[in-house]
């Protein structure tokens, strides 16, 4: 079976663009140095593509207990135990950069 583009995956998944854009807004915060519709303005002009790839970040880093529980994993994974300013910095990353690592660490 061909693999579907992201439009029809979008579709096929979510109903629209418009849908999609929604769910995602709901999961991200707006950044200090933007307006609130600005940001939604932006959000929702992103690409299929790019809005999938939030999605199925957020989506796969739920499955692994959250962003805290990863960040948890990850600091662990990597220092064999705890380390404050690590975990302190890798929590600001965002959810695909986060995933990126979890799964360089195989953090399953």
């Not at 979510?14 to 999609?20: A, V």
């Not at 002009?45 to 970040?57: E, G, I, P, Q, V």
């Amino acid at each position: 079976m061909a693999k579907h583009s992201p439009l029809q995956r979008t579709q096929a998944e979510h109903g629209s663009k418009e849908e999609l854009a929604k769910k995602v807004l709901a999961f991200l915060d707006v950044p200090e140095d933007e307006d609130k519709a600005d940001f939604e303005h932006r959000i929702g002009t992103l690409s299929n593509k790019k809005l999938l790839r939030l999605y199925d970040a957020h989506e796969a880093i739920g499955k692994l207990g959250g962003k805290d529980a990863v960040v948890e994993k990850v600091t662990k994974a990597r220092f064999n135990g705890s380390n404050a300013d690590y975990a302190a910095k890798i929590s600001g990353f965002t959810e695909p950069k986060l995933l990126d690592l979890a799964r360089q660490f195989k953090i399953k």
